[in-house]
Structure formats: C-alpha cells, structure tokens
C-alpha cells in the first residue's frame, strides 16, 4: 500500500488543535474523566476478558502499520477521541491526524495513521471506528440541513432525543456540523410543554409559576400548538415561543404575529425536504430530532499497511527501527 501524498501536505499535530483562541477548533471538545469514562466502558465492552481472536493470532511483539479511512464524502467530527480510545488501550501506539475536526472529507481520504503494537491496534479499531462514524454521521446530517437553509437567517438546533449517555458527544457533534445546541438538559431553560401548559390551565399561568418560582435566573421557552397561544404567549412576554407541529402557512401568519419581538423555533417533523421551507416562514430557529436520533453513520475503516507492517518488524529483528514516516 502507497501512502497517500497528500498526507505530508495536510499533517495536523493533535495538539496543535488544543490552541486556546484557535478559531478553527471553537467548537473542540475538551476530553476530561467524563469522556473518558464512556471510552473505558466502551472498550470494556467490547474487551470484556480479552481480545481472544488477536490473543491467538498475534504475537505480541509484531508492531503495525494502519490508516483509517472514511469509505464516504462527510464531515469528520470526534478525531479527539479516536486519539484517547488508543491512549486508554494502549499508550505506545502512534497516533497522527491527517484532516482537520469539522472538515468535509473526500471518499477514500486517509484521516489517521497508526503505528505500535499490533494486538493494541485490533483490540482499539472497532470502538474508535465506532465513535469515529457515529458522531461523524451527525456532524454531516447537520452540515447538510445547515446548507439547505442558508440563504435565511434561520439557525439549526437540536433537542433533547439523543442517545442516554451520550448527549454531550451528540450535541457536540451538531455543533461542529454547524449547528447549535437547544437546552441541554432540564437544568438549564425552562421550556414549558403542552403537558406543563394542561397541567396549570393556560400559558399566562404556567409562565407565572416559573418566574415566581425562578425569577429571571433562566430563559422561558413557550410551547404553542395554535395561533391563539402564540397570542397568549407573546402577552406572557416569554424569550422564546416554539411552533410545534404547524403548518407553514400558519407558522408564517404566527411570525408575522410575533414580528421580531420574541425568538421564534419551528419544531415537530421538520426533515431535510421541508426544512427550506420552514426556514422561509421567517422563524430564528429550527430544532430537529433526526439530527441525533436518526442519522446514518458516516462509513470508515482501519486497513493495515502490509508492506510497512512487515518492514518494521523486519527491521525489528534485525535491531533497528523505521522513523514514523519512512524517514522522509
């Protein structure tokens, strides 16, 4: 196998990528003993009692060669933890980054190369590949609703249907997608539902409740199912008023009711072939779901470099070593 020359040319040092201030990586996430604790208990997992395939076949001397490469046109998002999956297996494996996080990858484009013990490099792939493709999936389904509604103001939002656990790495990766995140829990804004709006009797009541409960310590968000209570909610006096499920001609006479005094969010069944139109209704916001609920991971592989594979461990045995890129 021929390493791809463009490798040289678009080397990134991973931690270069840990610049504070770097534009490029505002969106980075900061691998702390949360994340890494998901990474362990992946692994674990998959691990269990040890790897008894590479155990058997492996000697556990042999040093290997790999890339991964995405099989699909997309945006690379969750590189950094494909860097820690392989720290927490194994420290000794090499590690370098060829594509920048948030990059639109080509079909065939090496985004890693790995070098170190072969049995640490099987034992990582799947796991690594796993959060590789997961969150790359959601970071290009966002990527491409974002493109679809670019020429409005509107911005693209998620919600709270993400995967147990994993809602930090989610939302992350819709960031970097090009989206922005919602709430992320019930801690942070208080967005009253249908179900809070029956249970207290109307909109005005249940905006009541929470700010004498809250004060104005958190935004109020307002869920409307009608026209009549988006009236409601604007006489509230609410941040922000949600249209949930409408269609878009009464979504558009609900913008215009509003009229820029309060944020809108369109919400409820919006996908990629609707969401221009939405997006046309005039609304701030849409949130959408299916950006983490249901995207199709983004395809990539680990292929083994043979030719260097049996090199460095020739070279191995004979008492010398090849430099990480071939001594180029």
Known sequence: MTWEPSLAENRLNVEQEQRAGDPLVEHMLVIDDDIRS???TALAEDRGTGDVTTMATIAPDKIGSARIVCKQTGVLCGSQLVVEVFKLVDPAVKVERWAKEGQTLSKGRTVFTLEGPMGSLLTGERVAVNFLSFLSGIATTTS????????????????????PMLRRLE?????????????????DMILIKDNH???????????EAARNRWGTQY????????????????????DRIMLDNMDI???????????????????????????????????????????????????????????RTEAKNHMTLLGETIPPNGGQ
């Open 38 to 40: 998901i990474l362990a």
């Open 144 to 163: 491409e609703h974002v493109k679809a509604v670019r020429h409005t103001k509107v911005r693209i939002t998620d919600t709270r249907k993400t995967t």
């Open 171 to 187: 939302k992350y990766a819709v960031r970097v997608g090009g989206g922005v995140n919602h709430r992320m829990g019930l801690y």
């Open 197 to 207: 709006i029956d249970s207290c009797g109307s909109i005005l009541k249940a905006v």
């Open 219 to 238: 935004a109020i968000e307002v869920e409307t199912r009608n026209l009549e209570e988006v009236q409601e909610a604007i006489l509230a006096g609410v």
């Open 249 to 307: 001609d009464t979504m558009a006479e609900a913008v215009r009711l509003i009229d820029g005094r309060v944020e809108t969010e369109a919400s409820g069944g919006i996908s990629l072939n609707t969401v221009s139109f939405v997006a046309e209704t005039g609304v701030d916001y849409i949130s959408i779901g299916g950006l983490t609920h249901s995207t199709k991971w983004l395809d990539f592989t680990m292929l083994l470099d043979k030719e």
